[in-house]
């Protein structure tokens, strides 16, 4: 079967780290997606992995491990902004992709 | 031009209506897709066209009827509609093909919020 993992909520402070885990069993693999979705609004691209290793671009970071089937996604210095839902999403092949549950971010002052 | 459009935003119909929902994008892609998402789950494929052709049917009823009318726009046909239906409609659209070391990234619409009474 397909399943993508992902923690349903965390909260952090405003101007600290954070890193949001997602796990994936896919039948096929060609690439990790993160993807940000405030309430309301479509999802926006932020990250792509599809070689182990980190990926970094900005205060956001995206990790890949394609062994164990993990990645992460690490959000520094974190602003009230960064307050949205986190999508990981994996694509298993042509066209087709599947997404997460969602983490839903909640940043504090 | 980065972005893609759908309208209407927001649409109210009954199970016996027709109505259509409308996607365009001007970036050049040629394939695009329409995602069904309800409240805190995340968007669940319905279908894919590539250069045109429909390339993807996720056994999605045929109360919903896609079309792409040219490689700029996506239509998205409804009819009898079940409340149950009811779901914020996303359209997105990527490369149709990737380049090495880049990923098939989509780009989103703001979708369309369905209520169907």
């Known amino acids: 079967g397909q399943n993508i993992d992902q923690p349903t909520e965390m909260t952090a402070t405003e101007g600290a780290i954070v890193q949001i885990n997602c796990t994936y069993q896919t039948s096929g693999f060609n690439g990790l997606f993160w993807y940000q979705q405030h309430a309301g609004e479509a999802p926006t691209f932020l990250s792509y992995n599809v070689l182990d290793g980190l990926e970094e671009k900005g205060r956001f970071s995206s990790f890949l491990s394609r062994s164990k089937g993990y990645s992460y996604l690490l959000l520094k210095e974190l602003q009230m902004k960064d307050s949205a839902s986190y999508l990981c999403a994996a694509n298993t092949g042509g066209f087709k992709t599947i997404f997460g549950a969602g983490t839903r971010l909640f940043v504090k002052a | 031009d980065t972005e893609v459009t759908q309208t209407p935003k927001h649409l109210v119909m009954g199970m016996t209506n027709k109505k259509s929902l409308k996607c365009e994008q001007h970036m050049g892609h040629r394939a695009m897709y329409w995602y069904k998402q309800k409240a805190k789950k995340p968007p669940e494929l319905m279908f894919v066209y590539s250069y045109e052709k429909l390339s993807i049917n996720e056994s999605v009823p045929s109360r919903f009827s896609p079309e792409c009318p040219n490689s700029s726009l996506l239509n998205l046909h409804l009819h009898a509609l079940q409340p149950e239906d009811s779901a914020l409609y996303l359209c997105?659209?990527?490369?149709?093909?990737?380049?090495?070391?880049?990923?098939?990234?989509?780009?989103f619409g703001p979708g369309t919020r369905l209520t169907v009474l």
């Open positions: 997105a659209s990527s490369q149709e093909v990737r380049l090495a070391g880049t990923g098939n990234e989509q780009f």
